[in-house]
């Protein structure tokens, strides 16, 4: 592999808190090894466009604390084309860039993947994702900032729930996996967690309503991950408001601001480590890896791997959140 000289660094998909801390640790690291950065501006979108500049030590500053990301970040249909990869190959080529730093979660590493592949072009990715669902890594950057978005959140809504004796059913993000609904539903102490993982059924959620629910407690809420199987919050919460007249339900979806905020200090530590990791992979030949952490430290996990296995939820968890939830 020819010596590199020149590293892009770019966000993609989904935005998290963290990611400008890994932007700033890409950057200062490849000029601490003599090499030049370049920021490339909205994702894919960006590098087919030529929305690409020169990043210097200066450009990263007082940006760790800040949520979002300073280069912005979208999703590109254009660049799931051939030739919209091919034309971002030739203005990466136009700036001789000779490898690239992709942060952002699956669709990200399988854009990156088939970039690498096609115009042989070392990427390395930074595992990127409030989700935190990515094959090969403990946790992503932005997961944990967002289950403390949620803790905060259902704590101000339990305190109006117990003042007013409602059941409350919180929405929070998850479409496909299940793993801030079920960390912050055990951190809040939630009477019931309804993940995309684990068919829940119906049932099964009324039978502890018409026993443990109405014996024991003053208020109460049950955390479901948007992609829960019943169809969401609204849903799951009419069925009950339908079966339980007595109750008082609500009904609250977080949305977006899980996305949003300043990061926690274990995402900004986090994020610094994946960052100066990533461009100590690329100084070592790597190709078409993800950065990950395991057991607090670092480990290289092929795309292919990350892009294709599956991420299974913490069964032990998942039989703790049952039983303190009695």
Known sequence: MAKIKRIGVLTSGGDAPGMNAAIRAVTRMAIYHGLEVYGIRSGYHGMINDQIKKLESSHVSNIIQRGGTILKTARSAEFRTVEGRSQAFVNLQKHKIDALVIIGGDGSLTGARLFSDEHDIPCVGIPGTIDNDLFGTDYTIGYDTAINTVVEAVDKIRDTASA???????????????????????????????????????????????????????????????????????????????????????????????????????????????????????????????????????????????????????????????????
């Open 164 to 326: 007013h004796n409602r059941l409350f059913f919180v929405e929070v993000m998850g479409r496909d996996a299940g793993f801030i609904a079920l960390r912050s539903g055990i951190a809040c102490g939630a009477e019931a967690i309804l993940v995309p993982e684990r068919d829940t059924p119906y049932p099964k959620l009324k039978k502890y309503l018409e026993t443990g629910f109405v014996n024991k407690k003053t208020s109460g809420i049950v955390i479901v991950a948007e992609g829960e199987h019943q169809g969401g919050a609204y849903e799951i919460a009419n069925k009950v408001q339908e079966d339980f007249s007595q109750y008082d339900v609500k009904v609250t979806v977080l949305g977006h601001i899980q996305r949003g905020g300043s990061p926690s200090a274990y995402d900004r530590v986090t994020a610094s480590h994946m960052g100066a990791a990533a461009v100590d992979a690329l100084l070592d030949d790597q190709k078409s890896v993800m950065i990950g952490i395991v057991n607090n430290k670092i480990v290289h996990v092929p795309f292919n791997k990350t892009i294709k296995a599956h991420k299974g939820l913490n069964e032990e968890l998942l039989k703790i959140s049952e039983i303190l939830s009695i």
